[in-house]
């Protein structure tokens, strides 16, 4: 799908028409290239965004989208997958969490005093704000050099 998602005429509700889905049951909507389309509010129970499956914590394990969800005349549109094929988000391990909590304070230490601060730093600079304002905490002029 390149540039427009669908061109205007596709997008009209007076093209909605009731739909057959993959359970046997029918919903109103419209067909856009073998693709079921639904505006916003008028999607079918069993569906959800990758927002919606992420608040469940499942994904949509390696299956295509469904069925797309339009809003704003089609202006805004998100893809729509099937629940019943969702599989549960995988659970991080200890050594995994270790390691992006090390990364993340990394990012968070100053290159110039050392301290490891509440924001990530910029990698431009790699200072932090007091640093960048002047206040460098008892550091020799060459540690920011290391």
């Not at 965004?49 to 704003?72: D, F, I, N, S």
């Not at 991080?92 to 390691?99: G, I, K, R």
Request: proline share 7%; with cysteine; aromatic share 10%.
């Amino acid at each position: 799908m390149t540039g427009r998602l669908m061109d205007k005429a596709s997008l009209h509700p007076a093209r909605a028409r009731y739909i057959t889905l993959w359970d046997g049951k029918t919903a109103l909507g419209w067909d856009h290239h073998g693709t079921p389309v639904f505006r916003f509010k008028w999607a079918p129970g069993g569906l959800a965004t990758r927002r919606q499956l992420k608040a469940m914590r499942m994904c949509p394990g390696g299956h295509e989208p469904y069925a797309l969800l339009v809003w704003r005349n089609g202006q805004r549109w998100a893809y729509l997958y099937r629940l019943d094929l969702a599989k549960p988000s995988r659970v991080p391990s200890p050594a995994q969490l270790n390691a992006l909590d090390k990364a993340m304070e990394a990012r968070r230490r100053c290159k110039l005093c050392g301290q490891v601060t509440t924001y990530c730093i910029p990698t431009s600079d790699g200072r932090c704000v007091e640093c960048m304002t002047g206040d460098y905490r008892n550091t020799t002029p060459n540690s920011y050099a290391a």
